[in-house]
Every structure is written in structure tokens, then in C-alpha cells.
């Protein structure tokens, strides 16, 4: 670990075998896991995020024989970002890259029938690539529910805008995505007039108050660390968030990598391996992948990849 500058921090990380930047970077770029505040150019990753406790922007690129070189930078007018920092950002990475996994495990866990055997054969070893994390992906997730891509975009800039911390890189002002303790003040009527539904004013504020007053239960790190279906069963206890929007958290915002997501795409893919007749329901499905554990969240990325044909 290096400070290169009076506001830069830098060290390099080696993500386990088989590990591909390129093919991670193509995955966010197309995925529903980026935002406006991921920005990819030329192999580079960058976004400001909150580490230990401050604002840092993360830079990633990839280094000499297989690694990546992860700089941080502070905020115009700041110290360089401390230790303790670079040690929370390359955690970060770890989860949203899965830098750390075992690949050759997970192709061994999944590789017990035909269907996973499929699965490994076209998509392995390719790394889901997550949300930046669980709060991001639990409000993302709530806030673009059944609209356009577009108004989501526009609800997303107002909620950074007007709730979120301004900050300046080189000149640069963004804007972070407002963290539980900002949006918890938020007033419903007033979001509402900024074109949000009735419904999703009142999911925003209650989700970000109950995170606060039930701060142990709605530890992320804690149900990461957890059983993936009770982070699950967790997670749908919250105001407004149904069985889809619960898993996709736990799955790729936690990130926990043994929840399966039952829905239309991944059930229609994996029916014609395991339906038994004509009635292919949850109870089939989730006893269907139970096989694949501990590493069911990678199943189900390659069966999405399987649905779409396509490789990332």
C-alpha cells in the first residue's frame, strides 16, 4: 500500500484463478447491478463510494500477471484516504467481483446432474458480478419496480440530488445515493411530487427507518454471513419488498452466494431438467437447486445466461 499522492492512496490485489477484468467490466456495464455512478472507460472502473466512514473515489484497473491496481482518492481539499479505507474498498471488491471465490469448488459444486454439468460447460468460470452493495440494491431494486428505465434513471438522480452528499473530485461535483439516516427524513408528499408513486414514497421512507430501528436485525453483513434463505425470508420482511426484489437482494446485493431467484426466466429455463408434470412450482424449484448448494447464486447466474443465450 502506497500513498503516490497528497490525496491518493494505491495498492494492488490478485483475484483467485481464472479471474477475467475485462469480462467482469462487459457484465456490470450490461447488468442491472451498475448506476449512474459507476463509470467504465477503456478497462477502467470508477465511482466515488463511502469507506470507514469518509468519501473516497475508487479507481480499478488491471495490473501486471493477472491483478488489479486499486487507487483511492479523496475529495478536493482533504487528506489521502487512510489504511483503514483501502482495506473497506478491496472488501468491497471482494463481494461485488467475488475476487476471492474458488472457482474450481464452485465448478465441482454445481457439476452433479446434467443440467449442472450444462451449466459448467458453457458459462464456467465466469463471476457474477453484484451491486456495489445491499442498501444500493434494496433501493435500486424498490425504486425502478415496474417503470421505464428511463424514469428510473430520473427518480435515481432526484433521490442523489437532493438527498444525497455532494462532493468534489478535481473539480467535479457528484452526488453519493442518500444512505438510510438521509432518506429516513425524507418527507412522502414531497417525494411523491417529484413523480414518485404513492406506494414506492412510502416504501423508501419506511424501508430506510426500519433499517435504523432494526439495525441488528437488517445487519447485511450479518445475513450475508448467514443461511441464504433466511437472508431472504429477512429481507421480505421489510415494507413493499416482495419475494423477487428479497431474493435479488440477498443474491446480488449481500451479496450471498447460495440464493437461488425464483421467477418466470430462471423457472421456464431449468423445467424441462427437473419438472416431474405439469406443475412446476416454488416448493420444485428450490428442492430442484438444492443440489447446487453452497454455490446455488452461481447456478442461477448461469441459468439466466442459459435463458438469454448469452455469455454475459
Request: charged residues 25%; glycine residues 6%; contains cysteine.
Amino acid at each position: 500500500m502506497e500513498q503516490i499522492s497528497e490525496r491518493e492512496l494505491q495498492t494492488a490485489v490478485k483475484p483467485s484463478p481464472h479471474f477475467d477484468w475485462a469480462g467482469s467490466l462487459s457484465f456490470l456495464s450490461e447488468s442491472g447491478a451498475n448506476d449512474d455512478l459507476d463509470h467504465i472507460a477503456d478497462g477502467v472502473l470508477t465511482r466515488p463510494i463511502r469507506l470507514a466512514g469518509r468519501v473516497a473515489r475508487l479507481r480499478v484497473a488491471s495490473a501486471a500477471e493477472a491483478g488489479l491496481l486499486v487507487t483511492l482518492r479523496a475529495p478536493d481539499g482533504e487528506e489521502a484516504p487512510s489504511e483503514a479505507m483501502m482495506h473497506a474498498a478491496l472488501d468491497h471488491l471482494k463481494r461485488r467481483f467475488y475476487l476471492d471465490v474458488d472457482m474450481e469448488t464452485v465448478r465441482k459444486a454445481l457439476a452433479v446432474d446434467a443440467y449442472g454439468e450444462e451449466l459448467v460447460g458453457r458459462f464456467w468460470p465466469s463471476r457474477p458480478v453484484n451491486y456495489a452493495d445491499a442498501w444500493h440494491a434494496l433501493l435500486k431494486s424498490v425504486v425502478h419496480s415496474q417503470i421505464y428505465p428511463g424514469f428510473a434513471a430520473q427518480l435515481d438522480r432526484y433521490l442523489r440530488e437532493t438527498y444525497g452528499t455532494a462532493v468534489a473530485f478535481e473539480g467535479e461535483t457528484v452526488h453519493l445515493f442518500p444512505t438510510p439516516q438521509q432518506l429516513a427524513s425524507a418527507d412522502e408528499v414531497t417525494l411523491q411530487e417529484a413523480k414518485f408513486s404513492r406506494q414506492k414514497s412510502k416504501y423508501v421512507v419506511d424501508i430506510s427507518r426500519t433499517l435504523l430501528t432494526e439495525a441488528e436485525k437488517y445487519d447485511f453483513e450479518a445475513l450475508r454471513e448467514g443461511d441464504g434463505q433466511a437472508a431472504v425470508e429477512t429481507l421480505a420482511d421489510l415494507y413493499g419488498v416482495g419475494p423477487w426484489i428479497s431474493q435479488n437482494v440477498a443474491m446480488r446485493g449481500l451479496p450471498h452466494p447460495d440464493v437461488f431467484i425464483d421467477e418466470k426466466a430462471t423457472r421456464a429455463t431449468i423445467k424441462d431438467a427437473y419438472a416431474t408434470g405439469p406443475r412446476f412450482g416454488k416448493k420444485a424449484v428450490q428442492q430442484a437447486v438444492e443440489s447446487f448448494a453452497p454455490y446455488r447464486s452461481f447456478a442461477c447466474y448461469y441459468t439466466y445466461m442459459k435463458h438469454y443465450n448469452t455469455d454475459r
